[in-house]
C-alpha cells in the first residue's frame, strides 16, 4: 500500500510532468503559427507565378520556336515527385497523399515511371514496391530553403530537356486550415497551359475505393 509520501512524490511527478508537456505544445503552437503564416503569405505570389507561366505557355502556343520545356510530348514516360514527411503521428497527412499517388500511379506502367520521393514516409513506402525511385530526399524540411527547391528543379529540368521523361507531376498536400490539407496533382512539366483568363489547371485528388487501396 502506498504510503502518504508516495502519494505526494507521485503528485509532484505528474505536476513536472504537466509543466513540461504544456511548454512542448506552446513551442509547436508557436511554430506551427509562424509557418502558416509564411504559406499564407507565399501563396498569393506563388499563384501569380503560376498563372504568369500558363499564359505565357497560352501566348506560345503558335510559336514554331516553341522552348522545350513547353512544349508536349506524346511519350508515356512520368517522373512524379510525392512530397510527404518525414515524421508520423500527423493523423492522415501522409497517408492521404500515398493513397491518391498510387491511384495516379496505377495509370502508367511501373516501367515507365520513376518517382523522386521527397520525405522519409514516402521513401519508405515505394522501396518496398516495384516502382523505381530516381531519387530521394530525407530531412529536407529541416532545413528548408529556396535553394533546395532550386536544386531539385534544376535536376527535373535537366531530365526532361534531355528527353529522359515526357512528363513531371508533384503530387502534395495544399494547406487549408489546420484540419484541413488537400491532396494536390499538378503538371510541373510541360509548363502547363492556362485555361481562359486563370491560372493553369491543378487537380484535387479524391479518396481511391477502400477496394483498390487493398488490392495495392
Known amino acids: 500500500m502506498a504510503t502518504l ?21 506552446l513551442v509547436a ?26 499564359n505565357l505557355v497560352a501566348a506560345a502556343a503558335e510559336d ?15 517522373q512524379i515527385v510525392i512530397i510527404t514527411a518525414d515524421r508520423g503521428l500527423a493523423g492522415a497527412f501522409n497517408a492521404n497523399v ?15 515511371v520513376t518517382l523522386v520521393a521527397v520525405g522519409r514516409k514516402a521513401r519508405d513506402f515505394y522501396r518496398r514496391r516495384s ?13 528548408l530553403s529556396f535553394s533546395q527547391a532550386q536544386e531539385l528543379a534544376d535536376d527535373l529540368m535537366q531530365q526532361y530537356l534531355a528527353g529522359e521523361v515526357d512528363e513531371v507531376h508533384l503530387i502534395y498536400s495544399e494547406f487549408r486550415s489546420v484540419a484541413v ?3 494536390v496533382r499538378q503538371q510541373l512539366l510541360p509548363l502547363p497551359r492556362a485555361e481562359g483568363d486563370g491560372p493553369a489547371p491543378v487537380e484535387y485528388l479524391y479518396e481511391p475505393s477502400a477496394e483498390a487501396i487493398l488490392n495495392d
Not at 17 to 23: D, E, L, M, P, V
Not at 39 to 49: D, N, V
Not at 131 to 143: A, E, M, Q, S, Y
Request: glycine share 8%; net charge positive.
Open 5 to 25: 509520501r508516495d502519494i505526494r512524490r507521485r503528485i509532484r511527478s505528474v505536476q513536472s510532468t504537466q509543466k513540461i508537456t504544456r511548454a512542448m505544445k
Open 29 to 54: 503552437a508557436a511554430k506551427l503559427r509562424r509557418a502558416q503564416e509564411r504559406i499564407l503569405a507565399a501563396r498569393p505570389y506563388a499563384g501569380r507565378m503560376v498563372e504568369l507561366l500558363g
Open 64 to 78: 514554331r520556336g516553341l522552348h522545350p520545356l513547353l512544349a508536349p510530348r506524346g511519350g508515356p514516360r512520368r
Open 98 to 112: 500515398i493513397r491518391h499517388a498510387q491511384a495516379f500511379l496505377r495509370e502508367g506502367s511501373p516501367a515507365d
Open 131 to 143: 516502382w523505381t525511385i530516381k531519387r530521394h530526399l530525407v530531412g529536407f524540411w529541416d532545413r
Open 181 to 183: 490539407q488537400r491532396p
